[in-house]
């Protein structure tokens, strides 16, 4: 991508009383604490986002979730 603010869009589902915490990191770095919380049933997603400064060219994005969560595809949208 360019250089420029994009939304990570996380599709997850999660059914759990009390919502996981995860960290996120943006090229080696921390760059957001989210937390998921309970989908209401295992067949329901939500998504879950985050506004970040991406570079041009590769990032690498990580997420390490602090429980266990099904996460099925993150999504990039650039914000114009």
């Known amino acids: 991508p360019e250089k420029s603010t ?3 869009e996380i599709r997850y589902n999660l059914k759990r009383d009390e919502p996981t915490p995860a960290k996120l990191e943006l090229n ?3 760059a ?3 937390d998921f919380w309970s989908t209401g049933s295992e067949g329901a997603w939500m998504f879950e ?3 970040l400064e991406l570079q041009k060219g590769e ?3 990580r997420l390490f979730p602090g429980r ?3 996460i099925d ?3 990039i949208i650039p914000v114009k």
């Open 49 to 51: 986002r985050v506004t």
């Open 59 to 61: 990032n690498a994005i």
């Open 32 to 34: 957001a604490d989210i």
């Open 28 to 30: 080696g770095k921390k």
């Open 68 to 70: 266990f969560a099904s």
């Open 6 to 8: 994009y939304i990570l």
């Open 73 to 75: 595809h993150l999504n």
